[in-house]
């Protein structure tokens, strides 16, 4: 499976949209890209997952590039509770397995 | 709602004591994980399972086994606790194979081995 890069950090203010990215510069055609997150003393969430198009659901929208080596993950509107943990993750196409780095801890101040 | 539930949020055992960790999900899924997580580390993966008795190593088996009697069960044994088996454990369940994937984790168990 692909490795991701994600910074460790990064702030935003509430209201504004967060843009996360995510470097995933050795992914394979067949590859999707997961995004999940970690609300402080609970289990990983799922958000949303993408493989070449750009997809929106309620909780964020996913902007692959156009040769896949990257993505961002966009909260339009964040707010307190969005702060979290969130991680990348490129899901191989023959695996139930997912692997989590250390992904990028996102502090939403008032 | 998919629910997976662990049987303790909080843990306290002793050096050497054999600990078990239980793991039910309510979906029917045929896969479950057992993770560990440790600050700086990030989630890693322990064992899983894709059918009642099948389990597969992942990246950090040692000093853990398994047990998959029944579907919706899922148990992480450590036969003989050490200190350094302390963390927060985390258990999740998905279906098989589909393209929409989704892994749903439990609330975690937090370890801690005197």
Known sequence: ????????????????????????STISGNEYVY????IHSQGPQYIIH???????????????TEDRK?????????????????????????????????????QVFP | DVKVTQSSRYLVKRTGEKVFLE????????????????????????????????KEKGDIPEGYSVSREKKERFSLILESASTNQTSMYL???????????????GPGTRLTVT
């Open chain 2, 91 to 105: 258990c999740a369940s998905s279906s098989a194979g589909t393209s929409h994937y989704e892994q749903y984790f």
């Open chain 1, 1 to 24: 499976d692909a490795k991701t890069t994600q910074p460790p950090s990064m702030d935003c203010a509430e209201g504004r949209a967060a843009n996360l990215p995510c470097n995933h």
């Open chain 2, 23 to 54: 793991c039910v999900q309510d979906m029917d899924h045929e896969n479950m994980f057992w993770y560990r997580q440790d600050p700086g580390l990030g989630l890693r993966l322990i064992y899983f399972s894709y059918d009642v008795k099948m």
């Open chain 1, 70 to 106: 990257s993505s961002t993950l966009i909260l339009p509107h964040a707010t307190l509770r969005d702060t979290a943990v969130y991680y990348c993750i490129v899901r191989g196409y023959n695996t139930d397995k997912l692997i989590f780095g250390t992904g990028t801890r996102l």
């Open chain 1, 50 to 64: 993408g493989l070449k198009n750009n997809e929106t659901n309620e909780m964020a929208s996913l902007i692959i």
């Open chain 1, 35 to 38: 995004w999940y997150r970690q």
